[in-house]
């Protein structure tokens, strides 16, 4: 036998569980305590049958209630709110067993799992959510049984047969909850977006280079953005953020560049990117370097220098699609533009300034002058670190002169300003270098570790053209080649590809994508043409009979035989006209006997007839039979 | 005749809530942009729209047989039983409760699917003549308590009610022998030897029902017990005092009187027809169908 209270309390649990294991990590102390505690102490009054005051229960959540609410502020709405559910939701549970309170409980349960995507939009919430559609309907379908009968105890076959409903709900559940994912109204920006915030800590490339600022630059290994793209080389792995172009002697950061510069990409080969953007910088977009046509973002602004940006900034996770001419170089002049890209420090430190003065005053094109700086670099055999960087007052000098350490930043920096020094017009770009391929997902990952700044030197003649100063030094040559392989790498990037699904499937799917699929739809239902009539005579015609044939033979199978239809219609005759009702334990002629007309007691004796001499009915008698049928359907008693 | 067989639903203050609560989180999912609250949202929707269609399917599917008992009066309650199928060929129903047009009701935790359940509830029903009960109200919360909803369902349920029996002195009506009269009907009967147990018909007494052996069994059981045979008597209700129905119910309760009690032979005139002296059971039932059916156009 099983008692419907327990297993409810049993669901209560599971579901209280469900709700409070992703929301754990953001909880103050007193709610992760209190809530198992009201659990135990609720499995032990329902074990014992103690049952508390329900006055206590009542105080204890206004006081609470009262607690939160004095929390609450502007700049953190969501915290006291999340506390407050879970203390609730510990309340119920020392409530009484009531419908009222278990549905009560229910809620708050299913608030909490929703509060918890305000944290994270980690895929395992799919698997949360999964856990509560499963027990949800079926502690509501036992609730209702419980509303009903508080102390219902039902056999296990009756309790299998209640759970069956529930579970075809379930199966039934799936697709539907899909559909109205799809369908239900996107909007194009959050109207409030206060709640997000919390979900939307930026973690990438910072919009100024500071060389000097860190003897030691972190590198995190979360995922900065995945790219869905075909395999490329190493060397070709540039994707671009921001280009810097105003450098103050400490600080390189970005200015708008001048209105009239136009540059068109290189040659190289189309390479289309769907980008699922973590949220990198609320600004700038990233894609393979030199960008071009950009979809499925709205108000994103191409600026001549390749730098895409949002023009309202967003914090939130982002996707988006790029085609990008792979290419180090650019196509396009530069005019009076030049002197933009030649502007300089005030306080520029004299080692630099006297390596420029020998750089211009050996002459030769922008190109030689180049080499020149490559020369210069490579024979002061830096060394590409992340540790021990300096910090002095004048860091780029003592990187090239005395340390000889530095990451890309003092690289890029010192080239690029001794470029400039040297009279060629010279920018940073920062973004990432290398990238992890999936195989299994068909894209590259990118983590944090992986930000890169290299510069773009405007040659005469050729354009701006790529240059990664970082790769002279001496350990260059490994730069952007990413982690190796192994077992467990490979299992990693399984283990990636889900997320990236559930990033590019729902965590992104906004009205850009809504509009899409809803356009794509319509394009193919109007363009759904009938297979030609050939192909389908071929194919559907057999078919078609097959299953007419089965049809046919099931619907003979299961008709009954002429008596028995004969039967069954006097039997429908006589309880319409003289209220018998047919019996397993009566004949027909029992059920007759008290019916005061001829027709009914003459039917029997001619079915009766056939019947006990085991024959079937002969054509005059089956004739008489429905004779009699036909004057009873038409009323004659 | 009342055939409206209509269908609604009404919604629970859970209903309302979770309707509310729905509507919250939708809000909050289309202005915050956050595809996990659609998922929830979702969810919540699509329990919504199937506990909608299997509260919906809970509720067809489902027939009523009512089975009277053979001697049925009018203004008097009796026991009826009450068949519920559910002739669903997958699911099963549930938390069904029935109520019948002409009142009873009755509660059904179960039915499984190609089954049936019975329960017995009391019924009175008002007029004499024969008389159908067009359908029944079926309402069940089933799945979930959000929404109760409802629907009429075909029953069959044809009787004869026969005339309320009219208790009536009679003993300025001495010695005419036509509505039956004479020394021995004063005489008490009909409360002799137990003869034998059976089916309560509806017309019995409430102290002949064997209590003890009705717990026991599917049914309500009576006692039936022994009265000495009489002289046959012949019953004109039109010849009785009062108006139409007060002589088929002053008739009516004197054939039970003189079956019932006295075991006499009693035969019936109405109008013109003549029905002969009888003494079975049986007998007595035809005497008070054709009372119950008389109508004098």
Redesign the interface.
């Known amino acids: 036998m099983i008692r419907l209270d327990l297993v409810l309390l049993l669901m209560a649990l599971a579901v209280s569980l469900v709700g409070f294991i992703p929301l754990f990590p953001w909880l103050g102390t007193v709610p992760k305590l209190f809530l198992p505690g009201a659990m135990l102490v609720r499995l032990f009054t329902q074990r014992h049958g103690y049952r508390l005051d329900h006055r206590f229960v009542t105080v204890g959540s206004v006081a609470m209630f009262i607690f939160y609410l004095l929390r609450f502020s502007l700049a953190d709405i969501v915290g006291p709110a999340v506390n407050l559910l879970v203390m609730l939701l510990g309340v119920r549970f020392l409530g009484e067993g009531s ?2 309170n278990y ?1 009560q409980l229910f ?1 708050l349960a ?2 909490c ?2 509060a918890s ?2 944290y994270s ?1 980690d895929p395992l ?2 698997l949360y ?1 999964g856990l ?2 499963i027990i ?2 079926i502690a ?2 036992l ?3 419980h ?3 508080p102390s219902a105890i039902l056999v296990p076959a ?1 309790f299998r ?2 759970l ?3 579970l ?2 379930l199966a ?2 799936v697709p ?6 799809i369908i ?4 194009q ?5 206060f ?2 915030g919390s ?1 939307s800590k930026t973690t990438g490339f910072s919009e100024t280079v500071r060389p000097g600022s860190n003897a030691t630059v972190g590198e995190s290994k979360s995922v900065v953005f995945r790219a869905e793209c075909v395999r490329l080389s190493p060397g070709e792995l540039y994707w671009r953020g921001i280009t810097l172009n105003r450098f103050d002697g400490a600080v390189w950061s970005r200015r708008e560049p001048p209105a009239g510069e136009r540059f068109a990409p290189g040659k190289g080969r189309v390479v289309t990117q769907q980008f699922i953007l973590e949220p990198v910088s609320p600004r700038y977009l990233v894609a393979l370097d030199k960008p071009g046509q950009l979809s499925g973002q709205r108000g994103v602004i191409s600026a001549p220098d390749f730098t895409l940006s949002r023009r309202t900034p967003s914090g ?1 996770r982002s996707a988006y699609r790029v085609d990008s001419v792979v290419t180090p170089m650019t196509r396009g002049r530069l005019g009076s533009e030049r002197e933009f890209y030649l502007q300089l420090p005030e306080r520029i430190p004299p080692w630099f300034r006297e390596q420029g003065r020998v750089l211009r005053e050996r002459g030769g094109s922008d190109g030689e002058r180049l080499t020149g700086v490559e020369t210069l670099f490579r024979g002061e055999h830096l060394l590409y670190a992340t540790t021990g960087l300096p910090v002095s007052g004048e860091p780029l000098v003592e990187f090239l002169t005395k340390n000889k350490r530095g990451n890309c930043e003092f690289f890029a920096s010192s080239c690029a300003l001794l470029l400039r020094l040297a009279g060629v017009p010279a920018r940073l770009v920062g973004g990432y270098l290398g990238g992890e391929y999936n195989q299994l997902g068909g894209y590259y990952v990118v983590t944090g570790e992986q930000a890169h700044v290299w510069v773009e030197a405007y040659l005469e003649g050729t354009g701006w053209v790529r240059v990664d100063p970082t790769r002279w030094a001496v350990n260059g040559g490994d730069l952007g080649r990413g982690a190796g392989r192994g077992a467990f790498r490979s299992f990693l990037l399984a283990a990636d590809t889900i997320t990236y699904f559930w990033n590019r499937q ?5 009205l850009e994508r809504q509009m899409e699929l809803f356009t794509e739809t319509g394009r193919r239902l109007q363009g759904t043409r009938l297979p030609a009539p050939k192909r389908f005579l071929t194919f559907m015609l057999p078919a078609a009979m097959l299953v007419f044939l089965w049809w046919g033979v099931l619907l003979l199978r299961r008709r009954p035989s002429r008596e028995a239809r004969l039967i069954k219609a006097f039997m429908a005759e006589l ?2 006209l ?2 018998v ?1 047919a019996s397993p334990d009566a004949g027909l002629r029992e059920l007759t006997a ?1 019916i005061d007309s001829p027709d009914p007691a003459r039917f029997v004796e001619i079915h009766n007839g056939a019947l006990y001499r085991d024959r079937p009915l002969l054509p005059e008698e089956m004739r008489e039979l429905r004779g009699i049928l036909r004057r009873m359907k038409k009323g004659e008693r | 005749m009342k055939t409206s067989r209509t269908s609604g639903l009404r919604i629970t203050k ?1 209903g309302a ?2 309707v509310g ?1 729905t509507l919250l ?2 809000f ?20 919504m ?3 909608g269609v ?1 509260g919906w399917r809970n509720i067809r599917g489902l027939h009523a ?1 009512v ?1 009277f008992p053979d001697e049925l009066y009018a203004g008097r309650e009796c026991f009826v039983t009450l068949r519920l199928e559910n002739r669903k060929r997958y ?2 129903s ?2 069904l409760d029935l109520t019948l047009t002409s009142g009873g009701s009755a509660s059904f ?2 039915i ?1 699917r190609n089954g049936r359940e019975t329960e017995i509830l009391p019924l009175t029903l008002p007029r004499r003549g024969a008389q159908t009960l067009p359908w029944a109200r079926v309402s069940s ?5 959000f929404f109760v909803r409802w629907t009429g369902i075909p029953v ?1 349920g ?3 009610v026969f005339p309320q029996p009219l208790p009536w002195d009679m003993a300025d009506t001495e010695g005419d022998r036509r509505w039956g009269v004479g020394d021995n009907l004063r005489r008490k009967g009909g409360d002799g030897e137990l003869l034998t147990i059976s089916d309560y018909t509806g017309g019995e007494p409430l102290k002949l029902i064997h209590w003890r052996l009705s717990a026991r069994s599917q049914g309500l059981k009576v006692k039936e017990l022994s009265a000495p045979a009489e002289e046959p008597v012949m019953v004109d209700p039109l010849l009785l005092p009062g108006g139409l129905e007060e002589q088929l119910s002053r008739a009516a309760w004197l054939i039970n009187r003189l079956m019932g009690h006295r075991q006499l032979p009693v035969g019936l005139r109405l109008g013109e027809r003549v029905i002969a002296p009888g003494e079975s059971r ?1 007998h007595r039932l035809r005497l008070l169908t054709a009372l119950g059916c008389y109508d004098p156009a």
């Open positions: 419908a009222r549905l809620l299913l608030f799992l929703a995507s305000l939009l919430f799919m959510l509560q559609v949800f309907p509501l379908v609730l209702t049984c509303d009903r009968d009756r047969s209640l069956s409903i529930p075809v709900m039934f559940s539907l909850l899909l559909f109205f994912f239900l109204p996107r909007t920006v959050p109207l409030w977006n709640l997000a979900a939130g729902v965590i992104t799917y906004d309880r319409r003289y209220g009702e008290g | 859970a809530v979770y609560v989180l939708g909050a999912a289309v202005n915050t942009g956050n595809n996990l609250l659609f998922l929830v949202v979702s969810a919540l929707l699509a329990f729209a199937l506990s299997f047989v089975a699911l099963p549930f938390l935790f179960m499984p919360p089933f799945p979930v308590n069959d044809r009787c004869i049986r």
